[in-house]
């Protein structure tokens, strides 16, 4: 891997995730899988990116990749960057663990303890909080022994502890002033749909979502106004707790600061990544500089949190359990207050996936990863599925990494497609593109394979299909990893990698048919 | 509710279980001749002559009907307590009350030892099924399997050598004693206590629980109590270690398989700190498992229970049943066969409830 | 601790019948893992003893047990002697009652110990295959009546229920092994029954039934050699177990040997009574000899089933 060819300007701000040069491998008995060889893309803010691909190409591994997810043992990431929001949260993996490959079978592998705690601090900070994943066998992904409501509220609590907090804050500290605020804005408001919007809204800012409905209807009779502000202040008094709340205010100040340790974390991560010695020791000291602070800052929070634990939990436990039936009426699934105490078995494919979903987006994630969310399930939960994803994705505004192998899916859900062949991006580009205008022999040998009653019916009546199989990657072929299979073979397949080039618009494919350009590696 | 029936469900099925156990005893104990089985009941020094006795308790016995009606006498005895008699150097009486003077030891010694393995395993199990192929790990798999392939009675002998009492002259950790449940000397020979009865046979037995230990701290009697508490240091940490290895093989299997599991993956992607990975999401599968085997390892406490109680001269119902072995007591053999299954038994059907209380997918 | 192990192997292993390179995969599998293979060579070495002394007894020197102790040399007390290299090899590990060497009768041990514990895993092993396999494959009444009767055997812990079987035969070796036998069986009977079930419901056995092959044919073509691997398995892990139960039968005297007997468990009973003069080894000696034996055996059987489950396998 050639780190000089990077370019870092590349990066721009709407880019959410960048991933470069990924590279991961599996040390197993029989040899070394070059599961992931090479691969870079990014996906851009609010964009449906789909990964396409046989069994086996790859996908899945990088999408573990990105979550940091990798099993180890046998896998690892040895190599490349991921980029979160602008910042690197792989370290250097050289630095994390040495790896010896003796032979293909006869590997060491050394672990620097130090730098793999705080790598691990980081990942587990950004995983869930930044990135969310949702997994392909949904009875599986979700743990047996715990309700849906406790996964879904273990989520909330870990990530959303400011954002309760304030709630819980303000609720129990709302002024004459909020009150008269929302009502003549929400006066002001005539749409109906607008309305229900906006008072859903202010029902979650000041925690008490319970009694959104009854807000509706109070604002919506045609009462007049002292009488409605009456009403709503006997609606909102019996939802105080009373609770002493500077308890809670502590607890926002912090996690806020947690928040921003974490900041300063990646900052100084990304000094050392760059070498750069002057942000290194400055970011340095204000980790400690922080550290310090907190320590003296919270000491009677620690103690307090101990001695009040029962009192303090129970709280943020009915918070975050409204949360939970909030989510999980996001996702449609009917009955939130029965399924929250259900446990995953006694729900069907679909209602589990849409649980999945949920708590995948407990903690407003800005990216999501949807690794075959609907292999598993049957074609009409398939779709409802399919459904959901594209609305929350409009919804929430965030990205997500759609991976799949099916193609029909991919052209109903993404904006713009990588199509993976054994561990390679061999194609990118919008989905448009891919379906009227595919360049790589691979992704025109899959797109003709999916059986079409339009086209193929009247064209040929045989639907075709690819010859050979999906190579073994212990010893991958040399050269393109397509070439055994490809139509168009030529001797330069054999002897170089193909590079991954733009040829126009965005489209960029990894072929010698369109250009001279080979990659780094072989 | 739906757990009541459950267990009641499982209570019926325990009938044919209990049953077969029954017809067990019953076939083992007519490989032996009428004589044979009516010796117990015999008084050589009554005046009613000797044949006569044989043929009463022959009758009483139901041993000249076809064997379904013998049978039929003998379910009908046990279960009006009538399990026979006995007559050993140990203990000579009714089955029954033997059984009712020496379980109790039995039972102090397998709670302790449970707990104690218990209490220690998960932890422990925990830490190194999380860090597999770790040093750490490797130093628990070696402790479990050693303790796990020790043969249970070299084990005491070894653990009286370093630890017992006079075995090794001058060994400074020498301080527990080696032999019975209590040592003599920790009683007042010029008070002895109303409490405790000195059979004829060697064995002191105390009332009203037949625990010298609970029965010397009712009576406030704390030598005696603390006797009684050091001389089951011994067999209980024996126990204990047999126990402790084989629970601990399983905590670590099934916290190495839970890990594997997609749920993890789940856990981890929502960003769960690995501490509570490790207890929220794996050790709490990993137990399931564990627990479907206690009833096992129960099985094999069990039978660690007759040799501990034979190396440290423990008066449980193991050396009850031992020494109705070895000195040809058929009634005190079957008895003991059928208490311990019964306990056996009893043990597999908490394991059961236990098991579909922690796995919620357990259909009642 | 001994255990019924064949309950803790729950996820049961059903492949298709290995080919020559599959075998050789696994055996190499096996013996890259380091604890199984020096688990495999110290268990082959006992299996050599006790073979050596079944048929060259005189090299090992012991082949004249009952006159052993005309081996006593010429010492004034009757207190075992303590391990020693000055009287030659025999001596290395001291004496124990009658001034008995304690090394030659340890590998004369073997040979009794190995050899009966083989032939009850054995026979165990092959009455509970034939049982275990036609109640699985057939199932339906047969099935039932084999749950419910192995169900009273594991209802009784095992050493219990080998006093109460032996004691009703008459107390004696042979006896002890036919109980032991009746023990055991079931174990086996549970495993293939499992086997057996799983295997029916294999694509490949229900291809083979569609095409017209009989039960018994699919039974010793499909099912069989199916059950075959993880059968091996368990008879190497219950080996062990039952190297220490017939030790610790004669160490309770449940089986009475003579004061000679070369076994284990009834030397380690013998010289437990030197112990409160300070005389250790006669106890710890043959002790460790019996540990190093059971540990090796379950080493070789945890990794063989780790290689033979391809679940575990990487």
């Known amino acids: 891997m050639l780190v000089n060819e990077i370019d870092k300007t590349k990066i721009t701000r709407d880019d959410y995730l960048v991933v470069q040069n990924l590279k991961t491998q599996f040390f197993t008995s029989k040899g070394i899988v070059k599961a992931i060889d090479s691969v870079s893309f990014s996906v851009k803010e609010g964009e449906v990116y789909g990964i396409v691909g046989e069994s086996g190409c790859g996908k899945s591994v990088t999408a573990t990749s990105i979550m940091d997810l990798v099993p180890d043992p046998p896998g690892r990431i040895i190599g490349g960057s991921i980029y979160i929001d602008g910042f690197d949260i792989i370290s250097d993996t050289d630095k994390l663990v040495k790896i010896t490959v003796k032979s293909e079978t006869d590997v060491k592998i050394k672990r620097n303890k130090r730098l793999i705690k705080r790598h691990n601090y980081i990942i587990s900070r950004i995983r869930g909080k930044k990135i969310a994943m949702i997994f392909q066998e949904p009875s599986l992904a979700l743990n047996p022994v715990m309700t849906i409501g406790d996964q879904i509220i273990e989520n909330i609590l870990l990530h959303n502890m400011v954002s309760i907090s304030e709630s819980i804050i303000r609720r129990e500290t709302i002024k004459d002033q909020d009150l008269d605020n929302f009502l003549s804005e929400a006066s002001a408001i005539k749409n109906h749909s607008d309305l229900k919007r906006y008072v859903q809204r202010w029902a979650r800012d000041f925690g008490m979502p319970d009694i959104e409905d009854s807000i509706l209807n109070v604002l919506s009779s045609n009462a007049a106004k002292p009488f409605v502000r009456k009403e709503l202040v006997e609606l909102i008094i019996p939802q105080r707790k009373g609770v002493n709340i500077n308890i809670f205010k502590e607890t926002k100040d912090y996690h806020d600061d947690l928040n921003k340790l974490l900041d300063l974390n990646l900052k100084l991560l990304n000094s050392e990544n760059k070498a750069d010695t002057a942000g290194i020791a400055r970011y340095e000291q204000e980790v400690k500089n922080l550290e310090r602070q907190m320590r003296t800052k919270y000491l009677t929070f620690n103690l307090k949190r101990i001695i009040l634990k029962k009192t303090y939990q129970r709280v943020f436990q009915e918070e975050a359990r409204r949360r939970a039936i909030e989510l999980l009426k996001l996702v449609n699934i009917a009955g939130p207050e029965r399924v929250i105490d259900s446990y995953p078995h006694e729900l069907s494919g679909g209602m589990q996936q849409r649980s999945m979903i949920a708590m995948a987006l407990a903690s407003d994630p800005r990216l999501l990863i949807a690794d075959e969310p609907t292999t598993a399930l049957d074609v009409t939960t398939q779709a409802q599925i399919l459904d959901l994803i594209r609305e929350l994705n409009k919804f929430t505004g965030s990205s997500v990494i759609f991976i799949t192998h099916d193609l029909a899916v991919i052209a109903e859900m993404c904006n713009r497609v990588a199509v993976m062949y054994a561990g390679n991006i061999v194609e990118e580009a919008s989905v448009d593109d891919i379906f009227t205008n595919s360049k790589h022999p691979y992704t025109t040998g899959l797109l003709k394979s999916i059986p079409r009653t339009d086209i193929n019916v009247a064209r040929n009546l045989r639907m075709e299909s690819i010859p050979g199989n999906v190579p073994n990657l212990i010893t991958p072929p040399t050269g393109c990893r397509f070439n055994p299979r490809c139509q168009h073979k030529m001797d330069v397949c054999e002897k170089s990698k193909p590079k991954l080039v733009d040829v126009g618009d965005g489209h960029k494919v990894a072929c010698f048919l369109y250009s001279d350009l080979t990659d780094g590696d072989n | 509710m739906e757990l009541r029936y459950y267990i009641i469900r499982r209570l019926l099925l325990l009938i044919p279980t209990i049953l077969g156990l029954t017809v067990l005893t019953f076939l083992l104990m007519r490989a032996f001749p009428n004589y044979q089985l009516v010796q117990g009941y015999i008084n050589p020094h009554s005046s009613i002559p000797v044949s006569v006795q044989m043929l009463n308790a022959e009758k009483a016995l139901g041993l000249n009907y076809p064997p379904p009606v013998q049978y039929i006498y003998y379910l009908k005895d046990l279960f009006l307590g009538n399990w026979g008699q006995m007559s050993t150097t140990f203990y000579s009486g009714p089955v029954l009350r033997g059984i009712e003077y020496f379980f109790p030891n039995t039972v102090q010694l397998a709670i302790f030892s449970i707990i104690l393995s218990i209490i220690i395993a998960i932890p422990l199990g925990t830490y190194i099924g999380a860090r597999p192929n770790t040093a750490a790990d490797q130093a628990g798999r070696v402790f479990s399997l050693a303790f796990y392939a020790m043969p249970t009675f070299w084990l005491a002998l070894i653990l009286q050598i370093i630890l017992g009492q006079d075995v090794i002259y001058g060994n400074p950790f020498g301080i527990f004693p080696i032999q019975g449940s209590f040592q003599p000397t920790s009683i007042n020979p010029l008070h002895p206590p109303s409490w405790l009865i000195n059979t004829q046979l060697g064995t002191v037995l105390s009332s009203p629980t037949h625990l010298i230990l609970i029965d010397a701290l009712i009576h406030g009697d704390f030598a005696v109590a603390s006797s009684a508490f050091m001389s089951l240091v011994l067999p209980v940490v024996t126990l204990t270690l047999t126990l402790l290895a084989g629970i601990l093989r399983f905590v670590r299997a099934g916290m190495v398989d839970a890990a594997s599991q997609e749920y993890v993956k789940t856990a981890r992607s929502k960003g769960v700190p690995e501490r509570l990975v490790i207890k929220r999401h794996i050790r709490k599968n990993a137990l399931i498992p564990t627990v479907t085997v206690l009833g096992l390892l129960f099985a094999s406490l069990l039978g660690g229970v007759v040799t501990i109680e034979y190396v440290f001269g423990y008066p449980g119902i193991g050396l009850f049943g031992l020494n109705a072995v070895l000195q040809n007591q058929i009634f005190g053999v079957m008895g003991t066969t059928l208490i311990f299954g019964l306990i056996l038994v009893m043990a597999n059907l908490i394991v059961d409830v236990v098991y579909a209380l922690i796995d919620p997918r357990i259909r009642y | ?314």
């Open chain 3, 1 to 314: 601790m001994v255990l019924r192990k064949s309950m803790r192997t729950p996820d049961v292993v059903v492949k298709k019948r290995p080919r020559l390179e599959d075998t050789i995969y696994t055996a190499k599998l096996f013996f890259k893992n380091r604890l199984a293979f020096v688990g495999f060579v110290i268990t082959m070495i006992y299996f050599a003893i006790a073979v050596i002394d079944e048929v060259y007894p005189q090299w090992l020197g012991v082949s004249n047990l009952n006159s052993m102790a005309n081996w006593v040399p010429a010492l004034s007390s009757n207190v075992p002697t303590a391990p020693t290299l000055s009287h030659g090899w025999m001596y290395i590990f001291g004496t124990t009652q009658f001034l008995v060497p304690i090394f030659p009768v340890m590998l004369a041990a073997l040979k009794f110990d190995i050899g009966y514990s083989l032939l009850i895993v054995t026979i165990g092993a092959l009455f509970g295959l034939a049982v275990g396999t036609i109640a699985g494959y057939f199932g339906k009444i047969f099935d039932e009546i084999l749950m419910r009767v192995t169900d009273i055997f594991f209802s009784v812990p095992f050493i219990v229920l080998a006093f109460a079987i032996s004691y009703a035969l008459g107390r004696s070796l042979n006896t002890v092994i036919i109980a032991l036998i009746i023990i055991w069986w079931p174990i086996y009977a549970r495993l293939t029954r499992g086997l057996a079930l799983s295997t029916r419901s294999m694509k490949y056995v229900e291809a083979a039934t569609a095409s017209g092959s009989s039960g018994m044919r699919n039974v010793v073509v499909h099912v069989i050699p199916n059950v075959l691997s993880p059968v091996f398995v368990q008879i190497s892990l219950d080996l062990g177990s039952i190297v220490q139960i017939f030790a610790t039968l004669y160490f309770l005297s449940v089986i009475q040997g003579s004061q000679l007997l070369p076994e284990l468990g009834n030397m380690i009973s013998r010289g437990q009574t030197y112990l409160p003069q300070g005389i250790w080894w006669p106890v710890v000696i043959p002790g460790i000899f019996l540990l190093i034996f059971t540990v090796s055996i379950n080493l070789m059987g945890d990794g063989l089933r780790d290689v033979l489950d391809p679940k575990l396998r990487r």
